[in-house]
């Protein structure tokens, strides 16, 4: 079965971290690439970033390019994504999902992880 699991999520303080994982299963990860978007109470979803998984190429919104980053290990299936200096913005339900490649179009993307709950308040 072709799924993607994401995990990783909480509460943190404003500066904090935190590292979203999304382990994918039953197709192969370098074929595709892999993207995050967000979705924030009452708000539309938001693309975050993109890892194309054959070269390893990044992509990032402006809203977090410099404080978040996004990798992937090979071996486990899974993408991260590293959120650094997380502000009260950046409170939202994250999901990751798969696409055939980059895209910041939700609509290319066609299997989705569930969402992950991350709070950034004092």
């Known amino acids: 079965e072709v799924q993607l699991q994401a995990s990783g999520g909480g509460s943190v303080q404003p500066g904090g971290s935190l590292r979203l994982s999304c382990a994918a299963s039953g197709f192969r990860f370098n074929d595709y690439a892999i993207g995050w978007f967000r979705q924030a109470p009452g708000k539309g979803r938001e693309w975050v970033s993109c890892i194309s998984m054959s070269d390893e190429s990044t992509y990032y919104a402006d809203s977090v390019k410099g404080r978040f980053t996004i990798s992937g290990d090979y071996a486990k299936n899974t993408a991260y994504l590293q959120m650094d200096n997380l502000k009260p913005e950046d409170t939202a339900a994250y999901y990751c999902?798969?696409?055939?490649?980059?895209?910041?179009?939700?609509?290319?993307?066609?299997?989705w992880g569930q969402g992950t709950l991350v709070t950034v308040s004092s």
């Open positions: 999902a798969r696409a055939n490649g980059y895209s910041t179009y939700w609509r290319d993307y066609n299997v």
